[in-house]
């Protein structure tokens, strides 16, 4: 019901920049939370940043004051600025959108964007 399509990822250096974008559509008029989430290899897939319907972010102690979560309603899209990056920021980062149906939440993932950070 809900497609999430990251793009914007790449090869950034150390202290660069991405910014990535996911374009929901599909079932998209129930979302309330969108989020970045990342998953390096061999590791646990991690909260990122979390942006409520209302604007109400959450950062991880990681990438606060790095990172900045933002969302278009009109086109349906949120967006990772991630600036001073940093070789441990390398992973697979997914975007997230939480549904809220009449009587539960459902989860959607989308394909996931590599971002590397290296020299």
């Known amino acids: 019901q809900v497609q999430l399509v990251e793009s914007g990822g790449g090869l950034a250096q150390p202290g660069g920049s991405l910014r990535l974008s996911c374009a929901a559509s599909g079932s998209i008029f129930n979302i309330n939370t969108m989020g970045w989430y990342r998953q390096a290899p061999g590791k646990q897939r991690e909260l990122v940043a979390t942006?409520?319907?209302?604007?109400?972010?959450n950062y991880a102690d990681s990438v606060k004051g790095r990172f900045t979560i933002s969302r278009d309603n009109a086109k349906n899209t949120v967006y990772l600025q991630m600036n001073s990056l940093k070789p441990e920021d390398t992973a697979v980062y997914y975007c997230?959108?939480?549904?809220?149906?009449?009587?539960?939440?459902?989860?959607?993932w989308g394909q996931g964007t590599q971002v590397t950070v290296s020299s």
């Open positions: 997230n959108a939480r549904r809220l149906l009449p009587t539960k939440a459902v989860e959607h």
């Open positions: 942006i409520t319907s209302r604007g109400s972010t």
